[in-house]
């Protein structure tokens, strides 16, 4: 079975673009969620989404925002990039239910110049 | 707000020496607690989960927890390091116990190094 993937693995923004990263689950789990991984602040949830609904959201400014389609795939969005928002960003998939196992890809490194 | 803290973000051991991490949580009600594990430009790998079934949790790769609640704590052990134990590790908690998320909470990591 293959395990989540996340595109592109790697990737170098300037400041004031936008970016989208995408994720793919886990066959048959219905539930996303993201996280930024930062040195100075570690790992800090973004959003979660099931079905195509957000089901919660972190503590992070409306130029992030995240999205979830039929199929379970996600992506996420971060208009408007700033130096700070240089990151490992992590997806996790899980099967639907409140504490299944949730599965990390290997998170895209995004750099801002 | 629940939160855990990891004492230590740097702990060495030699190969074949006890590992334990420390972790300490803040929740007023019984937590779900993870440890996980990153290895060097990985994603996270689940090692052992709390759920308020036995205190003792085994998980992979020899290392197991127990849940103190007198403690508030969820110290993960390893009888005998091996090189390749080498990594960060992190412990969370999911602070909506009961309610429809699986937004975790994590601590600041710590950098396991094993010494030959």
């Known amino acids: 079975k293959a395990g989540v993937t996340q595109t592109p693995r790697y990737l170098i923004k300037t400041r004031g673009q936008q970016v989208t990263l995408s994720c793919s689950p886990i066959s048959g789990h219905r539930s996303v969620s993201w996280y930024q991984q930062t040195p100075g602040q570690g790992l800090q949830f973004l959003f979660e989404y099931f079905s195509e609904t957000q089901r919660n959201k972190g503590n992070f400014p409306g130029r992030f925002s995240g999205r979830q389609f039929s199929n379970s795939r996600s992506e996420m969005n971060v208009s408007t990039l700033e130096l700070g928002d240089s990151a490992l960003y992590l997806c996790?998939?899980?099967?639907?239910?409140?504490?299944?196992?949730?599965?990390f890809g290997p998170g895209t490194r995004l750099t801002v110049l | 707000a629940q939160s855990v803290t990891q004492l230590g973000s740097h702990v060495s051991v030699s190969e074949g020496a006890l590992v334990l991490l420390r972790c300490n949580y803040s929740s007023s009600v019984p937590p779900y607690l993870f440890w996980y594990v990153q290895y060097p430009n990985q994603g996270l790998q689940l090692l052992l989960k709390y759920t308020s079934a036995a205190t003792l949790v085994k998980g992979i790769n020899g290392f197991e927890a127990e849940f103190k609640k007198s403690e508030t704590s969820f110290h993960l052990t390893k009888p005998s390091a091996h090189m390749s134990d080498a990594a960060e590790y992190f412990c969370?908690?999911?602070?909506?116990?009961?309610?429809?998320?699986?937004?975790?909470?994590f601590g600041t990591g710590t950098l396991l190094a094993v010494q030959p």
């Open positions: 969370a908690v999911r602070p909506d116990y009961g309610g429809a998320t699986n937004k975790l909470i």
């Open positions: 996790a998939s899980s099967l639907a239910g409140v504490g299944d196992e949730q599965f």
